[in-house]
């Protein structure tokens, strides 16, 4: 079994900045790519980023390119995203997913596990 933990969270102003975090533990044998998925009240939940094991490849939704980072920590178990210039739109309770293979993938089927979600709100 593999447990992801979310953390990072919270409120901030349109424009501001937050920084997600998620760490991988149990059976999560490497290598795994990792991802951030969002989602709001009554919508489908939608991709955000992903990156392979090694951090080498990285992979976003159109929507957040220029404004969000996602990268591994340095023990390769712990994945970020740099959230800036957020905007009221970007406010959804996002997900960490950890996907078994190595493909690099924006298709929610495709990942394996998931965290609890952590809510992000921006105030306009």
């Known amino acids: 079994q593999v447990q992801l933990v979310e953390s990072g969270g919270g409120f901030v102003q349109a424009g501001g900045s937050l920084r997600l975090s998620c760490a991988a533990s149990?059976?999560?044998?490497?290598?795994?790519?990792m991802g951030w998925f969002r989602q709001t009240p009554g919508k489908e939940r939608e991709f955000v980023a992903a990156i392979n094991w090694s951090g080498s490849i990285t992979y976003y939704a159109d929507f957040v390119k220029g404004r969000f980072t996602i990268f591994r920590g340095i023990t390769r178990n712990t994945v970020s995203l740099q959230m800036n210039s957020l905007k009221p739109e970007d406010t959804a309770i996002y997900y960490c997913a950890l996907d078994r293979s190595t493909e690099v993938s924006a298709q929610l089927a495709q990942y394996d596990y998931w965290g609890q979600g952590t809510q992000v709100t921006v105030s306009s």
């Open positions: 149990g059976r999560a044998f490497p290598p795994y790519t």
